[in-house]
């Protein structure tokens, strides 16, 4: 049954009770007839105003329901619901379809607006999506625009530097070096630039036009390299990791370089956009192109310039001539007593055998003979300037401005470029006469300067200042003459004193050279079951190689062999001091440890302050009743142990680092050997002995001669090993001192 159905019936019997109920109550009452009427009475007007309370009930609901269907209308309208079963009320129980209609259309709404919030919530966040895609889109393409414009703007940057460069060029008498001012100027105002750095080229090599860094410069080694290369921009190249530059412009064109510049950029779009690339490389070499002419330009200066200071040079000779012309009589006539004069000095000359009287004494004669008032000879020394002598100058003053002179290329360079004599009778008209100091420019009126040669070569001058008149033709000729007798009368002077000089060392050396073959020992330890030979042979007439043999008992010998840092009289010297020091840790302290005596010798080296200098040493003590040797090593090459049984060869290298440059704790090896074992211990001079072809002998040689001759005697093996060593020479100089110890078990 439906709802209504039932809500009905459940009414009308609620009717009949209540219809019945009075009439059961007047039975219980015995008097029913009295009740009766009343009852009759009182139920007619209880079904009356029931009847009108039921239908104002209903009139009341109906209208209600009326109004709630229009606002569910509404509704509908408002979000679109197509909905027209709408039922109307029928049947008694009216209450109960509205409600059961009421709840239903309810339902039906709440569901729809759930289903429409879903639909609206999921079209907003499509929107917002959308939005979302749209603005990030946006944003792309808003960097993108402002990339372009800056792209745009860096671009017409470097456009408005090279047409800045060229309009300067067009309007103003820009010369070559200034150019590189411009370059370093716009490269630091349109590059956003962290280092630079310039290099010109120039006769000389590389110099540093300009540095925005305080890193250290560029080394030869790249500058040439890039020299070498066609011009352009370096980026991403090993020039740029090895100079630590990101950016490298190398002007050169065609033949001409003319520098390279390393630059550190902040701003790297310049150089990984492709477009600024591009323009910045044309730009570069339209720098290049414009430098080219103007270092046309500036050789053309320079060649005009040339030109002029020779056409100079000869009105001021042609002149020089005019007036010297009529003091050529005079000078004919006083030509035989200069001649005689001349041949009176060589015969004092060749009297005189001190360097420095000799100067004086010709200065003294040209002075008296040129009428000159004071003079000076001097000698070029590494590039530099020595003055060896000033004659007939009392005031202290005067004679240390002279010694400055030596750094005023005018006076003395003249005749090394010109390679001939030097007249300058107005010292006011030299280019830097206005820097001499206020002594020598009231003092100086004049002077002739003339070379002194060795051979062909300049090797200094003679200048004499102050003549009363004008030098003439004939003071040079006569000057010269004096140069060139002492010139060879100087030669020698030094030739005799170096020969003097040869001939006393050579002897020292002999000396020296005996008295270090007496370090060594003179006769070989003896010891039960054992051989022991050793040589030295020294690259010069001393050495630093050094080895030594103390025999303690019948059994026990212990030895050393070192190699003192050096060649020649120093190492000599170092290496008496060790075999002292070795000698007395022995003999005097008693110790027989091979650690503990290299600990000894470096203590006392150390204490010696030996500027740089260390020795690389390997001590041992070997027992040859026990058949073993202690081995300790002081960066020594490591010790040969060729073991008869397996027919191999052993290295042995423990101990610490050289003596004499660090305090260190050295270590030791016991090894065991057998009969017919050998021990060699050798200074680097054998494994690095050099054939002429610049090869060294190396240890795979060494090894094998020790293989080939280890049947022999200790002497008869290391002279069969220094026959192959001569035989891979091939009469090569020897080029390091050569040690070598053997020690053969018997």
């Known amino acids: 049954m439906k709802d209504w159905q039932i809500n009905f019936l459940y009414k009308i019997i609620v009717f009949i009770l209540f219809f ?89 709404l709440f569901n729809k607006i759930t289903e429409l919030e879903y639909n609206y919530n999921l079209l907003d966040k499509n929107k917002s999506e959308k939005l979302n895609f749209q603005e990030e889109q946006t944003n792309k393409l808003i960097n993108k625009i402002t990339k372009d414009n800056n792209l745009i703007l860096k671009k017409d940057f470097l456009l408005d530097a090279f047409l800045q460069v060229f309009d300067a060029l067009e309007n103003s008498n820009i010369s070559y070096d200034m150019f590189f001012d411009e370059i ?100 570069i070499q339209g720098f290049t192109h414009m430098l080219n002419n103007l270092y046309f330009v500036k050789q053309l200066n320079l060649k005009l310039k040339n030109k002029d200071k020779k056409i100079e040079e000869l009105n001021l000779k042609l002149k020089d001539t005019e007036n010297n012309l009529e003091l050529q009589l005079d000078e004919v006539s006083n030509m035989y007593e200069e001649i005689v004069t001349l041949y009176k000095i060589g015969k004092e000359i060749g009297k005189i055998y001190n360097k420095k009287e000799l100067e004086e004494k010709i200065i003294e004669l040209s002075l008296d003979i040129i009428e000159a008032e004071f003079g000076l000879i001097y000698y070029y020394e590494h590039n530099n300037i020595k003055i060896s002598s000033i004659v007939n100058v009392e005031d202290s003053k005067l004679k240390a401005e002279l010694k400055l002179l030596s750094r005023m290329e005018n006076i003395f360079f003249f005749i090394k470029n010109s390679d001939k004599e030097v007249i300058v009778n107005n010292v006011s008209i030299l280019p830097n006469f206005s820097l001499l100091p206020s002594t020598l420019r009231k003092k100086l009126k004049n002077f002739l300067e003339v070379p002194l040669f060795n051979g062909k070569k300049i090797i200094g001058g003679i200048i004499l200042f102050n003549k009363e008149t004008e030098f003439s033709a004939a003071n040079v000729s006569f000057l010269t003459s004096l140069a060139n007798q002492i010139s060879i009368a100087v030669q020698n002077i030094d030739f005799l004193n170096k020969e003097i000089e040869r001939r006393k060392e050579e002897e020292q050396l002999k000396i020296a050279s005996q008295i270090q073959a007496g370090l060594f020992p003179q006769e070989m330890p003896k010891p039960k079951n054992g051989d022991f030979y050793g040589i030295n042979i020294p690259a010069k007439a001393v050495g630093g190689d050094y080895y030594d043999l103390i025999q303690i008992n019948e059994n026990i010998v212990i030895g050393i062999v070192a190699d003192v840092s050096g060649k020649g009289i120093p190492a000599s010297l170092l290496m008496s001091m060790l075999k002292t020091t070795f000698k007395m840790s022995i003999t005097k302290l008693n110790e027989f440890s091979p650690e503990k005596i290299l600990s000894l010798l470096n203590d006392y080296l150390i204490t010696e302050n030996l500027n740089g200098k260390f020795v690389t040493a390997v001590c041992f003590k070997i027992d040859t009743e026990k058949q073993e040797i202690e081995l300790s090593n002081a960066g020594h090459d490591p010790v040969l142990h060729y073991d008869s049984k397996n027919n191999t060869i052993l290295e042995y290298q423990a101990g610490g680092t050289v003596l004499g440059f660090l305090e260190e704790t050295f270590e030791k090896e016991i090894i065991k050997y057998n009969k017919d074992d050998v021990f060699l211990l050798y200074t680097d001079g054998v494994v690095e002995a050099r054939s002429l072809n610049n090869d060294f002998f190396e240890f795979e040689r060494l090894y094998d001669s020790i293989k080939k001759y280890h049947q022999l005697n200790a002497k008869a093996l290391i002279e069969n090993l220094m026959f192959d060593i001569k035989k891979f020479t091939n009469g090569n100089k020897q080029n390091d001192d050569i040690t070598i110890l053997a020690i053969k078990g018997l």
């Open 20 to 108: 019945f109920s009075p009439i059961i109550v007047l039975k219980l009452l015995n008097n029913f007839d009295f009740y009766i009427q009343n009852y009759i009475i009182l139920y007619f007007f209880q079904i009356i105003i029931l009847t009108f309370s039921y239908f104002l009930y209903e009139f009341r609901l109906r209208l209600y329901f009326s109004k709630t269907i229009k606002k569910i209308m509404n509704k509908n309208s408002k979000f679109n619901l197509n909905n027209s079963t709408y039922r109307n009320f029928f049947g008694f129980d009216s209450f109960s379809t509205f409600e059961y209609f009421f709840n239903e259309e309810i339902d039906k």
């Open 184 to 283: 370093s100027f716009y490269l630091t105002k349109y590059f956003d630039i962290k280092e630079l750095i310039i290099y010109k080229n120039s006769s000389k090599g590389f110099k540093i036009f300009s540095q925005l860094s305080n890193e250290n410069k560029i080394s030869e080694e790249i500058l040439n390299k890039i020299k070498n290369v066609e011009g352009g921009i370096f980026v991403h190249t090993d020039y740029n990791y090895n100079s630590g530059y990101n950016f490298i412009i190398n002007l050169k064109n065609y033949y001409i370089h003319h520098g390279v510049i390393f630059i550190n950029i902040n701003d790297t779009e310049y150089l990984e956009n492709e477009l600024l690339f591009k323009l910045t490389k044309a730009i």
